[in-house]
């Protein structure tokens, strides 16, 4: 089969490349000569790297998903990081998708562009424009804007096409449980040699992977039903089913002894994927989640009632035995709970001051401090990691107003309506199978996000735009894309 570069920009621009490509060792090694240094010739290698990047597109792409579990968070300056090394293969990808886009007037008609996710998907974009407008920092709301564009353009769109087979995307998962695998066990061992499973060691011996042990567990629960979807495309008794079977446990103790309340119980839901969508409860299912959370926070704040519940400070410490913290979390005294809700109130505050346009993408860690309430300060309220409000759904009403949440809001409602729709016109088999194995994860990362805010993080936000990509080629079905190129991309 032909190259991404014969089938997106042409075999003429494969020809001039290569004449261009040329002209550069020549310039550069005569300027190498001139100079007597060897920095010139690191151009025309890093230009033979993307070139064999370009025609083996497919093959980035994989690299892509293998580095996900290994990255971690990188500080550049004090206010720009990035996880290395995944995103700046995000980058590369992000603008051979737009050279592509604006060049293969094909690619541009493509299905997706008339699915509803995607046009729900381009008002979020325009409406993270428009309140970027009115953000209090606009560079940083700008770089949320940039980010938000490349996951987008490669987990989304890019993904879209480059997983032309479902074979494809079994080797998507494969290689990204391979790596989770790995990283599992090093810390597993770590764990256990390091810090005798203890609650008080977990942090500390999951990096240099990950950056905490929220994001370590969000992973393993997130991708537990792909990896049961993988087992059921092994054939019975084989040793690969075997192999994925006994994987499967060990990564069900891994995430118990990851210690991660809100991953256990995001799994645990998620479960019940298959009979929510049989019995048709999806949107019963929303509607009792918001009028549940609705009521919850009427409550809360219709007279200031939260205060009853506010935290002794000197009592609410950080808790080194599970258990202890288990009891702690009903008692309200779990410090990590109680100053949840320490940055939850000040958010509340927030959007009351500016319910529509909000303070701006990437904006609370900029603005909360002056609407927090002293009772439910804590030990850690300095913030010195410049963590966010850990609940992704109130950033959203607090950066982007009342409209931006419900653009998102919107775009995952509409995810599950479709994946249950869906459901009921698939025959049992391994379709279902993978559609019941994406929206399990879905499930996972809506419900982590009650207490955390990950969708700009590779761990999670990839995989929460990737599943999008899959539900609609599972819609459309894998080889029936209208917009079809003329040649598949190579095949993995």
Known sequence: MNSFTDSWLGSDFKNKSLILYWIVVILSATTAILSESIIPLLVPAVLLFLAFSLNNLDKVFLLLFFLIPFSNEFQVTDSLGTDMPSEPLMWFLFVVYLFALFTNKTLRSGAIYSHPLTWLIFLHLGWIIFSLFFAVNQLIAMKFFLAKCWYLGVFYFLAYYLIDKKITLNKILGVTFSALLITAIIIFIRHGLEGGFTFRSINSVVGPFYRNKVAYSSIIALLLPLIWYLWTESKNYSGRRKLIFISILFLLVALYFGYTRAAMISLFAAVFTPLLFRLKLTKLALAGAILSIGGLSYFMFSGEKYLEYAPNYETTIMHYQYGNLLEATYQFEDISTMERFYRWIAGYYM??????????????????????????????????????????????????????????????????????????????????????????????????????????????????WLWMAVLIKLESGWEKDEAKLEHNLKSL
């Open 351 to 464: 959007v009351v001051e500016k319910p529509f346009t909000g303070f701006g993408p990437n904006n609370f860690y900029e603005t909360y401090k002056a609407f927090t309430v002293r009772s439910y300060q804590t030990y850690v309220s300095d913030n010195p990691e410049q963590s966010g409000i850990h609940n992704y759904y109130l950033m959203m009403l607090i950066e982007q107003g009342i409209p931006g949440f419900l653009i998102f809001f919107s775009i995952c409602v509409v995810f599950l309506i479709r994946a249950e729709n869906l459901y009921h016109r698939l025959p049992k088999g391994s379709e279902r199978n993978l559609l019941i194995a994406i929206a399990a994860s879905m499930i996972v990362i809506l419900l982590l996000q009650l207490m955390n805010d990950q969708i700009e993080v590779d761990k999670v936000g990839s995989f929460f």
